[in-house]
T-cell receptor
């Protein structure tokens, strides 16, 4: 079984631009969640999607949005990028009634 | 909101035993998970405790005391490859749904 795939692996943007990150979950997993990881801040929950519906959202501004498609693939969008958005963005999927999250390798976003 | 406390760094020698503690303050607690993350890698699931007690998986064990809002990860027979960051995470549920909140991580350095 292929793991969770995130693209792109690295991204460099400038302030004010927007960015879209992609995540393909493990086949059969319908839950996809997104996390922001910065040094010293651990993993901060962004949102979780299940069957194309957002189930929960973390404490992030509205510039951060996401969606999930019928094939469970998910995208995350950040608009009007700020320097503080520089981070590793991790996507994770899990099976139904399963506590185990499977993480992708992440997208390292640098905002200049 | 949810808050988790875990030590930022722990150092131990190869072959030793190390315990990484995690205390939490949260509402709607469901369970406590542990994840391992090597530098540059994705977090990988280690364990999940929903009930009080000790769960053992090979060299790793995880403990939970719901009444004390406390858990720990125990690593035995330490190996160099155990050098990594370890995150505890609480699963909570509110009206919006389930959420996983991560601690800041504990960086474990194993020395020869």
């Amino acid at each position: 079984k292929a793991g969770v795939t995130q693209t792109p692996r690295y991204l460099i943007k400038t302030r004010g631009q927007q960015v879209t990150l992609s995540c393909s979950p493990i086949s059969g997993h319908r839950s996809v969640s997104w996390y922001q990881q910065t040094p010293g801040q651990g993993l901060q929950f962004l949102f979780e999607y299940f069957s194309e519906t957002q189930r929960n959202k973390g404490n992030f501004p509205g510039r951060f949005s996401g969606r999930q498609f019928s094939n469970s693939r998910s995208e995350m969008n950040v608009s009007t990028l700020e320097l503080g958005d520089s981070a590793l963005y991790l996507c994770a999927s899990r099976g139904y009634s399963n506590e185990k999250l499977f993480f992708g390798s992440g997208t390292q976003l640098s905002v200049l | 909101g949810q808050s988790l406390e875990q030590p930022s760094e722990v150092t131990a020698v190869e072959g030793a035993i190390v315990q990484i503690n995690c205390t939490y303050q949260t509402s709607g607690f469901y369970g406590l998970s542990w994840y391992q993350q090597h530098d540059g890698g994705a977090p990988t699931f280690l364990s999940y405790n929903a009930l009080d007690g000790l769960e053992e998986t090979g060299r790793f064990s995880s403990f939970l005391s719901r009444s004390d809002s406390y858990g720990y990860l125990l690593l035995q027979e330490l190996q160099m490859k155990d050098s990594a960051s370890y995150f505890c995470a609480v699963k909570t549920r509110d009206n919006a749904g389930n959420m996983l909140t991560f601690g800041g991580g504990t960086r474990l350095m194993v020395k020869p």
